[in-house]
């Protein structure tokens, strides 16, 4: 049947999801935490057992869509998990930054600022969690408590004293 004698609603046309990035170039290893890979594993199975069973019961054309970015998301999951290479906290904690670190800093006016080093799927702005390749984590890692270590804000360089390590 030609084209001409269809209506451009009896094809809806489907949106084009883009893929999840790959967050790590090709070759580079996927560090997690243990909480983290625990918290990637207890979302896939939210994602698996809750959520898709019931946009299936939906039906809806908006539930299709959901349901394709559901699968996207599950597949990212699957995926991270399957490369993760999961990271225990050193045996001896000590006074060295480490992935896992939790890391309090000084900085030149005084004020206290805290991260966390975790991997890049658990990255979390607002708690203060910054993946192992970022550049304040770059910065802290391998330093220990009493170092300063100089590190590029967007408002200028800044010397930050490492004032306290901790593997929670």
Known sequence: MSKAFTREDDFPEEPILARQPEALPPGMKNYLTLEGAKRLREEMDRLIQVERPRLLVDGLERAKRELHQLDQRVGYLAHSLESAEIVSPPLAAGHVVRFGASVTVRGNSGDESHYRIVGIDETDIDRGW??????????????RVGQRVKFRFPAGEEELEIVEVSYK
């Not at 910054?130 to 890692?141: E, H, T």
């Open 130 to 143: 910054v993946s192992w390749r970022s550049p304040i984590a770059r910065a802290l890692l391998n330093a």
